[in-house]
């Protein structure tokens, strides 16, 4: 189980990761007229302000590297892994439910897209490892004897 972990993590830390640095970098991209696809046009942003440039690049760049950098981290303390694999869970589900309750109200956007797919596969994976690690600890915890305290 604990390699179905880290390869999750493993997987985590690309996709966030390369979306952070992505993110962080975006305004040099579009500053340098390169020939590569800017995150705020796929994502449906547009900066109308210098500060815009500064929030992006700390909600979506700051954020999505920190989760990366925490999903390191879990692949080599198991405490760091089960909070991370827990808070990309809210994480994905709350965006996805944000995405669902938005597409209810009149004349708005299907919330279906790529994006809703990835989050909702997340969220789904992330319930799933949850539930085995809670399957593994009560396993074991039958196989413990039980001690007498101290008298």
């Avoid at 800017?38 to 929030?55: D, F, H, K, M, R």
């Avoid at 789904?124 to 600890?137: P, R």
């Amino acid at each position: 189980m604990i390699w179905i972990i880290r390869l999750y993590l493993l997987i985590m830390i690309v996709i966030y990761g390369v979306i952070g640095l992505w993110a962080i970098l975006d305004p040099i991209i579009i500053a340098q007229e390169l020939d590569y696809p800017s995150l705020l046009n796929i994502v449906g942003l547009a900066v109308t302000a210098p500060i815009g440039y500064s929030e992006f690049a700390g909600i979506y760049g700051g954020l999505n590297l920190c989760i990366g950098f925490m999903c390191i981290v879990g692949i080599f303390k198991q405490n760091i892994a089960t909070f991370s694999i827990k808070f990309i869970t809210f994480l994905v589900g709350s965006i996805a439910l944000g995405r669902v309750l938005f597409s209810m109200m009149p004349s708005t956007p299907s919330f279906y897209n790529e994006y809703f797919v990835f989050e909702v596969c997340a969220f789904i994976v992330g319930i799933f490892l949850l539930y085995q690690q809670k399957q593994l600890a009560v396993s074991y915890t039958h196989l413990t004897l039980p001690t007498t305290p101290y008298v």
